[in-house]
């Protein structure tokens, strides 16, 4: 018995897309194939997005974005949401900065300094308390502006899996700088002792 093949009908249509359609605050540009084509540069957008953080407020020390998730444009927290990520977004904001330091060809040494104040707040302000499972470990949740952390933040949902890639981040030599070194190392330590 011989298989035929069958012919299927087409089941999508290729259109044009809406004149006039907006994302964000751009209008949307797509090329012929209806691909959305970006509305500038990929090094401008990262020096606009560079320079956007630059300007955040300080307080107690640290830019608003190190101590907060949610903010609008204008720097201010967004009240409704009062949870943070301090463990996640730090990591991953000193891996960004530590690329944005080597993207630049390493002449803007201001990066290395917000990279090494991610580090700073991550084993300062925002760990968990000097005992239990995981002590002075950095956490993976905690509520946005308060330094120091409410206590019923502290440990219940630090899960360590989830935070390796910010410790070993704090192993590149443009991080050495980071004052809490010893902090840092007993992190590392720890991770170590509990791996599967």
């Known amino acids: 018995m011989n298989a035929r093949p069958i012919a299927l009908p087409a089941v999508f249509v290729l259109g044009a897309p809406a004149a006039a359609q ?6 949307a540009v797509y090329d012929r194939h209806g691909f959305l084509l970006p509305w500038t540069s990929f090094r401008t957008a990262i020096e606009r997005e560079l320079k956007w953080y630059a300007r955040c407020p300080v307080e107690n020390g640290y830019p608003r974005f190190l101590t907060c998730t949610f903010m609008d444009g204008q720097y ?15 990591g991953m904001g000193i891996l960004s900065y530590l690329k944005a330091y080597a993207w630049t060809g390493k002449k803007d040494r201001r990066l290395l300094d917000v990279a090494r104040t991610m580090g700073d707040y991550l084993t300062r302000e925002a760990s968990t308390p000097d005992t239990g499972k995981y002590p002075l470990f950095p956490r993976s949740t905690g509520k946005a ?7 019923d933040l502290l440990v219940a949902s630090c899960h360590p899996p989830t935070l390796r890639g910010a410790f070993t981040l704090w192993r590149f030599p443009p991080l050495r700088g980071v004052r809490s070194t010893h902090r840092r190392l007993s992190s590392l330590a720890l991770l170590s002792s509990h791996r599967r």
Do not use: F, V
């Open 76 to 90: 201010r927290r967004i009240e409704r949401r009062k949870d943070m990520i301090p463990a996640m977004q730090n």
């Open 145 to 151: 502006g308060a330094l120091p952390p409410p206590t």
């Open 22 to 27: 907006s994302l964000g605050n751009h209008k």
